[in-house]
């Protein structure tokens, strides 16, 4: 599948404004995936896409939560450009087993405090962040303070951006391709 937004075949043919918001991607996974050089289009959203994820990596959460938060958002939302990355970074960076990310795309986990968090960012997605007052109560008890809480919050906003994004856009993918269970 061709993507229905331009992406650039290089750093060089991105606009000017993203160059090196791109050349830093590049320095740190030694490589550009596609989302980001489509995304360079506008070197405005690139720069917040980054930023977010800067801030959203200083903060509370370890980032084998935020990848089992990615791979149920990416399966609620069947977005095999995000499967496919979130799968490969699942199993790369984040060191998470066929089992660990199965249940994540289930909506669960084996470790019972990230089983809380990723419980309650499906729950968030599902109900599109109408939550009730026992789904938060739940998360707080299996001990996510209520910063941790915003950022379970703000990953499953960020993972339905890039889902969002590369569903429209028919991001080519440049990963090993997941597809969803449910397609």
Not at 148 to 174: F, H, P, Q, R, S
Request: overall charge negative; charged content about 20%.
């Amino acid at each position: 599948m061709t993507s229905r937004i331009h992406t650039p075949a290089t750093i060089a043919d991105a606009p000017a404004g993203s160059h090196d918001l791109l050349e830093a991607v590049n320095k740190q996974l030694g490589v550009v995936p596609n989302l980001f050089r489509m995304v360079g289009n506008s070197p405005a959203a690139l720069e917040g896409y980054l930023n977010l994820m800067g801030a959203l990596g200083k903060g509370e959460l370890p980032a084998q939560t935020r990848e089992r938060i990615a791979l149920t958002v990416a399966e609620i939302n069947a977005c095999d450009y995000c499967l496919s990355a979130h799968t490969y970074l699942g199993k790369n960076v984040a060191k998470l087993d066929d089992a660990e990310m199965t249940a994540n795309r289930n909506g669960g986990s084996n470790d019972p405090k990230a089983a809380a968090a990723v419980r309650f960012a499906k729950q968030v997605t599902d109900a599109r962040g109408r939550v009730s007052d026992a789904d938060l109560k739940a998360v707080k008890a299996a001990g996510y303070s209520d910063g941790a809480v915003i950022e379970i919050v703000l990953n499953v906003a960020l993972n339905i951006w890039t889902n969002y994004v590369n569903t429209v856009a028919g991001t080519e993918v440049d990963f090993p391709v997941v597809h969803p269970q449910k397609a």
